[in-house]
């Protein structure tokens, strides 16, 4: 088969590889589109990744074959989102409802540890990582589940109800995801705040309020949850300043150096700091919201590119003028 494989240089390269082998306990998928995100490029440029890995973990298939042990209601044809990792269901985390915290978690996980991922005509699962799509809606827009999962995660921990204010900051792919997850869980009381005119008018076209974060103060009514989803670590100290006394605010970008805050508003303020990971049990839901309106799925779904542009659109990424979602369609 045919896959974006990362190269002795970490670009990728367009590859013939050998077939997944199907164990007689899984499914074979075929990848209709994988997007690529933030945490692709920071796990390529952290050095996380080897010569000849495939990575992909935001991936919409088509069901192509089960193993004859398979256990599973599954059928040959089905639209699919795949969940990249494999929560083992048994550790600590796991029995306590939070599987994004199964110890072991990202080393079995695709397209991120060991484990081949989407960047590929075909990928090998267990079928506890299929979730079917909801009718009409079709298999490459399955791969906005992953992404969408992971903002609906951070809504849901924010305990945020209706009536309650929030701030986005930062509206690359992640906050357009935790926007998309406010407006699904009727949190119609928010902005989201991007340094770039071009994020901003994208926002718009979703139907977001966007601002420039020189406009926060004046706009905002203490918010009761702020989610920074910059990755720039001094935005840290401007969202607990910003949240209101016994707020919350949930941090979702990805942060490798250390950033610096004052400790004292923590205290004063009496303001929780939340990380966010993956999608704890938030999947399922996720996944039907592609498919009963909640969720806008034509225009994150409209930007699509072959396997063979991979590394420009890699490229394009890390730029403000990309769209919010880039996927890749092996089969294009
Ligand atoms: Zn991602
Ligand atoms: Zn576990």
Redesign the pocket.
């Known amino acids: 088969m045919r896959a974006a494989v990362v190269s002795e240089d970490r670009t990728f390269e367009v590859r013939s590889v050998p077939d997944p082998e199907l164990e007689s306990d899984q499914v074979l998928v075929r990848v209709d589109a994988c997007?690529i995100?933030g945490?692709?490029i920071h796990m390529r440029d952290s050095g996380m990744v080897w010569p000849g890995m495939v990575m992909g973990?935001?991936m919409g298939g088509t069901v192509e074959a089960i193993g004859q042990d398979c256990d599973t209601d599954l059928k040959a044809g089905d639209t699919v989102a795949v969940m990249p990792c494999r929560f083992c269901g048994t550790c600590r985390a796991c029995t306590a409802g939070m599987p994004q915290l199964c110890s072991g978690l990202l080393p079995t996980s695709m397209g991120l540890g060991s484990r081949p991922g989407g960047l590929a005509e075909y990928v090998t699962v267990w079928p506890e990582q299929c979730f079917r799509l909801p009718g009409g809606v079709p298999a490459a827009v399955g791969a906005l589940a992953?992404?969408l999962a992971v903002g609906f995660h951070g809504v849901v921990e924010s305990r945020l109800s209706h009536g309650d204010h929030a701030v986005v900051m930062g509206g690359g792919s992640i906050g357009v995801m935790v926007a998309m997850g406010l407006r699904a869980h009727g949190i119609a009381d928010f902005f989201v705040t991007e340094v770039t005119q071009e994020r901003r008018d994208a926002l718009a076209t979703l139907g977001f309020e966007a601002v420039s974060p020189r406009e926060v103060l004046g706009r905002s009514h203490s918010p009761d949850a702020v989610f920074d989803c910059t990755g720039v670590g001094s935005v840290l100290q401007e969202a607990i300043g910003l949240v209101r006394p016994g707020g919350t605010v949930l941090l979702m970008g990805v942060v490798e150096r250390p950033a610096e805050i004052l400790p004292m508003t923590l205290v004063i303020k009496e303001v929780s700091v939340r990380g966010i990971l993956a999608y704890g049990e938030t999947y399922p839901d996720a996944v039907a919201a592609l498919g009963d309106g909640r969720v806008e799925t034509d225009v994150l779904s409209a930007h699509r590119a072959p396997l063979d542009a991979t590394e420009d659109c890699f490229r394009d990424l890390a730029s403000a003028q990309a769209p919010p979602k880039i996927l890749i369609e092996p089969w294009a």
Do not use: A, L
């Open positions: 997007g995100c945490s692709d973990h935001e992953e992404p």
